[in-house]
């Protein structure tokens, strides 16, 4: 499995950005595509996670009302987002695209995000 984040950068406070995680390889049992989140000298914390049909989806209480996760797929790829609205600089972190599949979990290389006052 092949993660590839983009998206990620400089914003203001207030200000949006919409993360992009392209899944490919053998994808054919991924059930779940995840965001997490690490601040600097910080825990690494999920912030939204969607199944690939993308019948159930999970926002964390810290940006529920201002993120929103989604997905597409095709044959060879799937693909979720991360709409990030209302930025907060405590928003500032590196992003990672995760999939768990049997009993491994895969990483994104991390995008970061920064939100400035």
């Known amino acids: 499995v092949q993660l590839v984040e983009s998206g990620g950068g400089l914003v203001q406070v207030g200000g949006s950005l919409r993360l992009s995680c392209v899944a490919s390889?053998?994808?054919?049992?991924?059930?779940?595509m995840a965001w997490y989140r690490q601040a600097p000298r910080k825990q690494a914390e999920l912030v939204a996670s969607?199944?690939?049909?993308?019948?159930?989806?999970?926002?964390e209480d810290s940006v529920k009302g201002r993120f929103t996760i989604s997905i597409s797929r095709d044959n060879a790829k799937n693909t979720v987002f991360l709409q990030m609205n209302m930025l907060k600089s405590e928003d500032t972190a590196v992003y990672y695209c995760?999939?768990?599949?049997?009993?491994?979990?895969?990483w994104g290389q991390g995008t970061q995000v920064t939100v400035s006052s």
């Open positions: 390889g053998a994808i054919s049992g991924v059930n779940t």
């Open positions: 995760n999939v768990p599949l049997r009993d491994q979990m895969y």
């Open positions: 969607i199944s690939t049909t993308g019948d159930r989806a999970s926002i």
